[in-house]
């Protein structure tokens, strides 16, 4: 997904690839069918660098988030210098792959669990701040 024209969908297909996982993960099984999701987090790519300078003269300059979009851009820059490694991503496939019972998900960003220890509110408020999104008038 080239996230320089639609940074919103980027999010949303990832946590749908996780819906989908789940469900597969599920429904196979009955035919010995095991499935497992790889999140690999910030990985160390070119994704972060691609549509960057689109990314920063988009549609939303003059709009309530611009702030957010920089943010994003500062986040994407640091990403892309401080992610692990691709062979964290590929030791972690190949577990799964060669494991007899491979476990239902590999989540390799350490935040990871904030989304099931923090009550979703919360959880929104500490996103919001992150990216600069404030209630307007």
Known sequence: ???????????ASKYAVEAITDTLRRELTIYGIQVAGIEP???????????AQQMADSRYANTDYAQAMTAVMAMAEREG?????????T???R???????PKARYPLNGAWFLRWLLASKIMDGVL?????LRKRA
């Open 41 to 51: 987090g910030p990985t160390k790519t070119p994704i972060w660098n691609k549509g």
């Open 1 to 11: 997904m080239d996230i320089s024209r639609n940074p919103e969908g980027y999010p």
């Open 95 to 101: 577990h799964a792959l060669l494991a007899a019972l």
């Open 81 to 89: 210098r401080t992610g692990k490694p691709v062979a964290t991503v």
């Open 128 to 132: 919001r701040k992150q990216y600069g």
């Open 91 to 93: 030791a972690a496939i």
